[in-house]
């Protein structure tokens, strides 16, 4: 069985910035995909941006520039670095891991962005 554990999101005004975190534990292959998501009330869930377990980076558009991903193999830890925030940035975000067929997430965790 896997978990995942989130750190606490925050409040933040624009223009500032905030790191969210995420570590798994349980039995994780080898190769796998950690990623970040957020949703909005009444939206579907989009992503924000994956890593995988090889390193190879993707980005939603409307983050790239201001935000990164990065991981650390030895914890199983995925961070979210979140910079130059806007208003719309502020919703639920949630960590995500998958390999193989199995699909995890983490509990929503909130960030809000004050204008």
């Known amino acids: 069985q896997v978990q995942l554990v989130v750190s606490w999101g925050g409040f933040v005004q624009t223009g500032g910035s905030l790191r969210l975190s995420c570590a798994a534990s349980?039995?994780?292959?080898?190769?796998?995909?950690f990623g970040w998501y957020r949703q909005a009330p009444g939206n579907q869930r989009e992503l924000v941006a994956t890593i995988t377990s090889g390193g190879k980076i993707n980005y939603a558009d409307s983050v790239k520039g201001r935000f990164t991903i990065s991981r650390d193999n030895a914890k199983n830890t995925v961070d979210l670095q979140m910079n130059n925030l806007k208003p719309e940035d502020g919703t639920i975000y949630y960590c995500?891991?998958?390999?193989?067929?199995?699909?995890?997430w983490g509990r929503g965790t909130q960030v809000t962005v004050s204008s």
């Open positions: 349980g039995s994780i292959f080898s190769i796998h995909v």
């Open positions: 995500n891991l998958k390999f193989a067929q199995y699909n995890y």
